[in-house]
Nanobody, 126 residues
Framework: QVQLVESGGGLVQTGGSLRLSCAASGRTFSDYAMGWFRQVPGKDREFVAAITWSGTTKYRDSVKGRFTISRTNAKNTVYLQMNSLTPEDTAVYYC????????????????????WGQGTQVTVSS
């Protein structure tokens, strides 16, 4: 059974930083792409960042240069370092497992991801 557990969310002021973690179990973690998505009430879940099994990364335009996704396969964990946060980053953040091996670039569509964590709230105050 695949399980994903996010942590690291919280309340931070504009310009602050947070690091989210997602611990995975139940699958050979190193073989799969991993992604971070976020969602606010009334809106669709949106892509934030992803990383393939080989380490290739992709970001949504609004977080490029501020967010960094990384993974530590030995710990079955993927991270999202978020810097220079703004109120527009406020959302529930979810991690998810993507394709095994797959293409060079990680997918950005939620439909390409099969298992999801429970989410962690990130709130950025102005």
């Amino acid at each position: 059974q695949v399980q994903l557990v996010e942590s690291g969310g919280g309340l931070v002021q504009t310009g602050g930083s947070l690091r989210l973690s997602c611990a995975a179990s139940g699958r050979t973690f190193s073989d799969y792409a991993m992604g971070w998505f976020r969602q606010v009430p009334g809106k669709d879940r949106e892509f934030v960042a992803a990383i393939t099994w080989s380490g290739t990364t992709k970001y949504r335009d609004s977080v490029k240069g501020r967010f960094t996704i990384s993974r530590t396969n030995a710990k079955n964990t993927v991270y999202l370092q978020m810097n220079s946060l703004t109120p527009e980053d406020t959302a529930v953040y979810y991690c998810a497992t993507g394709p095994q091996y797959g293409t060079y670039w990680p997918p950005a569509s939620p439909s390409e991801y099969d298992y999801w964590g429970q989410g962690t709230q990130v709130t950025v105050s102005s």
